[in-house]
């Protein structure tokens, strides 16, 4: 099994920034295509952004647009979200997911354990 470890999180002010990491222990790092997703309490785990398995195609919530990046090097096994312009709708646990190709984002796909962002105003 692939293990995913979130690093980055911690409690910010609106409109300042935080860069997230996410260090894999696989050996097919690049075979696989990365996301980043989030959960507030009480809600469901929602897509932020994903990247394609050579970083060349990526995909962002439309709440996130413009203010979030993802990006991977596929040379050190690692995932990063830089998050500009934080809002307090931010606030969640963020999450760093792998699957290949043939695997849906869900169960079998693999997860982090989390790592929380606060964002005040």
């Known amino acids: 099994q692939v293990q995913l470890i979130e690093s980055g999180g911690g409690s910010v002010q609106a409109g300042d920034s935080l860069r997230l990491s996410c260090a894999s222990s696989?050996?097919?790092?690049?075979?696989?295509?990365m996301g980043w997703f989030r959960q507030a309490p009480g809600a469901e785990r929602d897509v932020v952004a994903t990247?394609?398995?050579?970083?060349?195609?990526?995909d962002y919530a439309d709440s996130v647009k413009g203010r979030f990046t993802i990006s991977r090097d596929n040379a050190k096994n690692k995932v990063y979200l830089q998050m500009n312009s934080l809002k307090p709708e931010d606030t969640a646990v963020y999450y760093c997911?792998?699957?290949?190709?043939?695997?849906?984002?869900?169960?079998?796909?693999?997860w982090g354990q989390g790592t929380q962002v606060n964002v005040s105003s």
């Open positions: 997911a792998a699957r290949p190709e043939y695997v849906r984002w869900g169960p079998s796909a693999y």
């Open positions: 696989g050996r097919t790092f690049s075979t696989y295509v």
């Open positions: 990247i394609s398995r050579l970083g060349r195609n990526t």
